[in-house]
């Protein structure tokens, strides 16, 4: 999984609560991306990031947020405006120059209880 | 913005023949084409990729055409083995605009199943 690390593996929130998704990452990429896939569909993104403190929205972000406050770390929080959350995150990541190959996380499964 | 269009959605072969999935794109200034390779409940792998200038770039089995006019992108694995079988995306990024983000837009998956 290319130094993408994601936490955790499955994660269940109840009604109302907000959840956040852990994604970091040793490979010294700059730019860092949350998609969002549902059971046999492609990979939609949310949010994305190309340097630190700042993040723009992808094409779903509603009910989404993100901080980045570390160059390795960029945590997404699934909130409770999210009315249909149940999904598999993936995290991916790529340099900032030359190559840009986006390598992606193991995921994390979101299910609602 | 960019559209992927990927067919089909399913393809089923057996061991040892030729497997091709097709995509299309609509923004004429997209220049990196990747393909992942999804296998159940885990991360995509990146399998192969192609840039614009180029037209076809081959690694073992598995190879990609690309036709900018056409705007059409095509993976080719010649004798498949049943390790193939997975999900398979393509996208499509306007790579190193920084405006663009290197974003990547998916097309819907291909689920290939190699029958021994």
């Known amino acids: 999984d290319g130094g993408i690390t994601q936490s955790p593996k499955y994660l269940f929130r109840k009604e109302g609560q907000n959840v956040t998704l852990s994604c970091e990452q040793n490979?010294?990429?700059?730019?860092m991306y949350w998609y969002r896939q549902d059971p046999g569909q492609g990979l939609r993104l949310i949010y994305y990031?190309?340097?630190?403190?700042?993040?723009q929205k992808g094409d779903i972000a509603e009910g989404y947020s993100v901080s980045r406050e570390k160059k390795e770390s960029f945590p997404l929080t699934v909130t409770s405006a999210q009315k249909n959350p149940t999904a598999f995150y993936l995290c991916a990541s790529t340099t900032g120059t030359g190559e840009k190959t986006q390598y992606f996380g193991p995921g994390t499964r979101l299910l609602v209880l | 913005g960019e559209n992927v269009e990927q067919h089909p959605s399913t393809l089923s072969v057996q061991e040892g023949d030729s497997a091709v999935i097709k995509c299309t794109y609509s923004d004429s200034a997209s220049n990196y084409f990747p393909w992942y390779k999804q296998e159940l409940g885990k991360g995509p792998q990146l399998i192969i990729d192609i840039r614009s200038n180029v037209g076809e770039k081959k690694d073992q089995r598995i190879a990609v055409t690309l036709n900018k006019t056409a705007k059409h992108f095509s993976l080719h694995i010649t004798e498949t083995q049943p390790e193939d079988s997975a999900v398979y995306f393509c996208a499509a990024s306007r790579s190193g605009i920084k405006a663009a983000g290197n974003k990547l837009t998916f097309g819907g998956g291909t689920r290939v199943l190699v029958k021994p």
């Open positions: 990031s190309q340097i630190v403190n700042d993040f």
């Open positions: 490979l010294n990429h700059d730019a």
